[in-house]
C-alpha cells in the first residue's frame, strides 16, 4: 500500500484532489481516505460534503475527529489501528495529519503557506502561484491541476508500506 498524506490550509483543494486520484486509479485499484476533522465539525452523508465525495469515488472512508471515528460504521480508533484497517487497500490517502511519519503533498491556491514546508516532500499548486523563489529545493513541485502527473509522482516517490 502506498500511504500519502495530503495537507494544506483550508479550502486549498485538498479534498478535491484526492477525490480526483481516487477516480483516476478507480474501477483497478482498492483506494482508502482518512479524513482528519480537527474541529469536530464533520457532516456525514450529506450530498456534496468530503465524506460523502470520498465514499461516491469509490473509497473506503474514515473520518478522525477528538470525539469519534466514523468509518461507515462507528468506532472509537487511533490512526495507527485504522491504517490497519485498510491494509489491503493499494492507496491510502490521508487528508490532514501532516505530522504523520509518511510522504506529503502539500497543497497551495492564491499564496504560500511556509508553515508547511518543514512537512512537505511535494507541493501541488496552480497558476495563482506566482513567486516560486521561497519554495525550498528539496521540494518538488506539482501541477494541482494535472492528476496524472501527481499520481506519476506518487508511484514513482512513495514505496509500498505495510
Not at 85 to 111: Q, S
Not at 146 to 158: A, C, D, F, P, Y
Request: hydrophobic letters at 35%; proline letters at 4%.
Amino acid at each position: 500500500m502506498r500511504i500519502v498524506v495530503f495537507s494544506g490550509n483550508s479550502n486549498s483543494g485538498k479534498t478535491t484532489l484526492i477525490e480526483k486520484l481516487s477516480l483516476a486509479l478507480q474501477p483497478n485499484k482498492k483506494i482508502s481516505i482518512i479524513k482528519h476533522d480537527p474541529k469536530d465539525k464533520a457532516i456525514f452523508d450529506t450530498k456534496g460534503k468530503d465524506s460523502y465525495r470520498f465514499y461516491e469515488s469509490g473509497a473506503n472512508i474514515a473520518i478522525l475527529s477528538p470525539t469519534q471515528t466514523t468509518l461507515r460504521f462507528h468506532t472509537s480508533l487511533n490512526i495507527t489501528e485504522i491504517i490497519k484497517y485498510f491494509k489491503d487497500c493499494d492507496y491510502l490517502f490521508i487528508e490532514g495529519l501532516k505530522e504523520l511519519p509518511f510522504p506529503k503533498i502539500t497543497i497551495a491556491r492564491e499564496n504560500l503557506d511556509e508553515r508547511f514546508f518543514a512537512f512537505s516532500n511535494a507541493l501541488a499548486i496552480d497558476n495563482s502561484i506566482k513567486d516560486y523563489s521561497k519554495i525550498p529545493k528539496n521540494i518538488d513541485i506539482l501541477n494541482l491541476n494535472n492528476t496524472q502527473e501527481i499520481l506519476h509522482w506518487i508511484n514513482t516517490h512513495i514505496k509500498d508500506t505495510l
